[in-house]
């Protein structure tokens, strides 16, 4: 658990004001609140985590509805530790936040989740306890047992290189931590000093934690080689093994490397390979000869050259050519030191009894150190919990028997969704509001986003209960100083009819859109121009109604812009039906033509809202002849002879001239196609 003194300005007169209360910056002692001096190691507090200087603005929240933040005990380069309080169980625990960076990528949150898991199931006293892991509003956390004491990188700074003999018993107990990882298949990746925590000792004996396991896994993988390069580095570069930088097979002997050059630092106060840059450093992993420990040292090249063969196996560039195991490391280093002959020295059976204790420097006791929580606390607290889960199943189970008649009456029934006015947003169709037939909803047209760039427009999906093929109509109530358009879309997204004829303060109205089963959508807006002012009128509701009316042989059916959807014509019997937008095509299917062809007599009267266009179409929607452009509110006469084309029918398409100006609306076209005499026929050139 890397801990790090919290750098701040230096204070004014002012802001000497007393501490706030945590673990001392260079001890970690517990300093209560009001101290500007550390009782045990005597640092000075006086602008400490100080909150008029900088506190950390999470101190104080509760994470997860669980844990409550108490002090900022550390950072790193993957998350920021803090000391926290269950808030139910009274216990101190301690918590890594991952950093924003990495808790908002969610693949990395997925790996996080499967690692954090793996090493909960981890129970070795050498290794740092996880109790708990999870994501709350946006912070994806680890919880920890709390520790108490320093990590071996401030250890390092404060003392220097370590005696041959201490090295070997902190080498022992990570080894233990390892190889019981090493089983579960957990590969640590980021050994280093600032993740070996020296525990505060008891009865003269030190014990070693290992700190975030598989944590150095979930930024690793197929970004190193790329981040490399951009002169970033994933992990740290003094200890990393040639396969991590190569983006290799990653295994046990990673470990096992790191390792080696975590005892080369220890026992010389330096990492074995150095430079200016990482690039030089992991360059320096893959080719260069490691320098030996006495050269470094020299005072101690004697007794250091008694452990030189561990630090040269461990470090080797094959991972092959290393230990099998991480413990066969750990016994090698204390066979070699203890001078016991191989053939009398038992693995994995050993532990070095250290006579000389001098550099056990005591650290401050804790402050009430029942209130630290151990595993067999937290899983005590689990199984009380999942008791009262399990009795308040039975309470549930009988709720929502009783809920499930609301819920039929409410949801299935679609009562829930049965508004009188429309609920924002619903300006996508998506988010459309539910409107059912023979209801009516009222809206407004609010106002336009900050920017203006474009006006307010309301979706509403239209629900009807009755059969397919009944005709459905429209009509959106008038609204004082706009000019509201009504359109009606597919469930594709296409538009069916538009209403737009009556301009400001009237309202508008569609008829004639066929129910096919499947929801349309109708959007009340304002009639805006790109690049002009939207206006609103949030005080002023609009009134919006669906109805189902009744089917008139006359009337067009939308939707009908394909042949597959075409309405009927019959000979002598006119056809209404309206053009509501320049991209608006409605077919006709003619009747059987005879087999030895036959003269049509075709009338079309244009709407007042555009010119008309009439052409004749086959059966899979291909143009076969253009027969009159008809001016808006004018009629048109024209006949031509069809061949009879198998059972291929033909049709009639009625649209808008492309390129005119269209206001789109409530006038009908009209459509009459009566049987001529063959002998009345001008000659026209034959059909293709």
């Known amino acids: 658990m890397q801990q790090t003194q919290e750098i701040v300005r230096a204070p004014s007169t002012e802001e000497i004001i007393e501490y706030a209360g945590g673990p001392c910056p260079r001890c970690n002692a517990d300093v209560p609140p009001g101290h500007r001096f550390c009782g045990h190691c005597g640092f000075n507090l006086t602008g400490s985590s100080n909150p008029r200087l900088g506190r950390d603005p999470l101190v104080g929240a509760v994470i997860g509805g669980r844990y409550r933040l108490l002090a900022k005990v550390g950072s790193g380069g993957m998350g920021t530790v803090y000391k926290v309080e269950h808030v139910r169980m009274g216990k101190v625990m301690a918590m890594k936040l991952l950093h924003g960076d990495l808790s908002r990528d969610q693949t990395m949150i997925r790996r996080f989740n499967r690692e954090a898991r793996a090493v ?48 070997a018993e902190i080498v022992r107990q ?53 981040r490399t390069l951009q002169g970033t580095v994933i992990g740290t570069p003094y200890y990393m093994s040639p396969e991590q930088i190569m983006a290799g097979e990653i295994g046990p002997a990673s470990d096992i490397y790191s390792m080696g050059a975590l005892v080369y630092k220890l026992l010389t106060g330096d990492p074995p390979f150095n430079s200016r840059t990482p690039m030089a450093i992991l360059n320096q992993h893959l080719t260069e000869t490691l320098p030996p420990l006495g050269e470094r040292r020299p005072e101690l090249a004697e007794e250091l050259r008694r452990v030189e063969p561990v630090v040269q196996c461990a470090m080797a560039k094959e991972a092959s050519a290393r230990y099998p195991t991480v413990t066969a490391l750990a016994d090698d280093m204390i066979r070699r030191l203890t001078a016991i002959p191989e053939e009398d020295f038992r693995p994995g059976d050993s532990q070095l009894i250290i006579a000389d204790k001098t550099w056990l420097k005591p650290v401050a006791p804790l402050d009430q150190p029942e209130r630290i929580s151990t595993r067999a606390d937290f899983e005590r607290y689990e199984r009380a919990l999942k008791w009262k889960r399990a009795t308040s199943l039975a309470l549930t189970v009988i709720l929502l028997a009783g809920l499930v008649g609301v819920v039929y009456w409410g949801v299935v029934l679609d009562n829930f969704y049965r508004r009188a006015r429309e609920q924002e947003p619903n300006d996508r169709p998506f988010d459309a509001n539910l409107l059912y037939t023979g209801a009516t909803i009222t809206g407004t047209i609010g106002i336009p986003n900050l920017t203006g760039s474009r006006a307010d427009v309301d979706f509403f999906e239209i629900r009807h209960a009755g059969s397919d093929g009944e005709m459905l109509g429209f009509e959106v109530s008038a609204v004082e100083g706009l000019d509201l358009v009504l359109d009606v879309y597919d469930l594709d997204g296409r538009l069916l009819a538009r209403a737009n004829r009556y301009g400001v303060g009237h309202a508008e109205r569609i008829e004639g859109i066929m129910w096919t089963g499947q929801p349309v959508f109708a959007a009340a807006r304002e009639l805006w121009t790109e690049g002009m002012p939207a206006r609103s009128a949030p005080d002023r509701p609009y009134h919006l109604s669906a109805v189902a009316i009744p089917w008139s042989p006359d009337l067009e059916r939308e939707p009908n812009y394909e042949p597959t959807l075409a309405g009927p014509l019959d000979f002598g019997s006119p056809a209404r039906g309206f053009l509501s937008h320049n991209d608006d095509h409605d077919l006709f299917v003619l009747p059987p033509v005879p087999p030895r062809g036959q003269i049509l007599h075709i009338e079309l009267e244009a709407p007042l809202d555009a010119p008309a266009q009439l052409d004749l179409l086959n059966g899979s929607g291909q143009l076969l002849r253009h027969l009159m452009t008809v001016p808006r509110g004018a009629r048109g006469v024209t006949e031509v002879f069809v061949a009879a084309r198998g059972r291929q029918p033909l049709h009639l398409d009625v649209r808008p001239l492309a390129d005119a100006h269209f206001e789109g609306g409530e006038s009908p076209y009209r459509l009459v196609v009566r049987p001529s005499p063959m002998a009345a026929l001008t000659p026209q050139p034959p059909l293709p």
């Open 174 to 226: 990570v080894a233990v931590a390892l190889a019981e990882a090493h089983s579960q298949g957990v590969i640590h990746r980021d050994i280093k000093p600032e993740n070996i925590f020296i525990c505060a000792p008891r009865n003269g004996v030190e014990v070693v934690k290992v700190l975030d396991f598989g944590l150095a896994k979930l930024v690793e993988g197929e970004e190193l080689a790329s």
């Open 120 to 167: 909960s199931r981890l129970t070795s006293t050498n290794t740092v306890q996880v109790f708990d892991y999870g994501r709350s509003d946006g912070l994806v956390y680890i919880v920890m047992e709390y520790l108490h004491g320093r990590d071996l990188g401030e250890l390092l700074a404060e003392v220097g290189p370590l005696p041959v003999a201490r090295t």
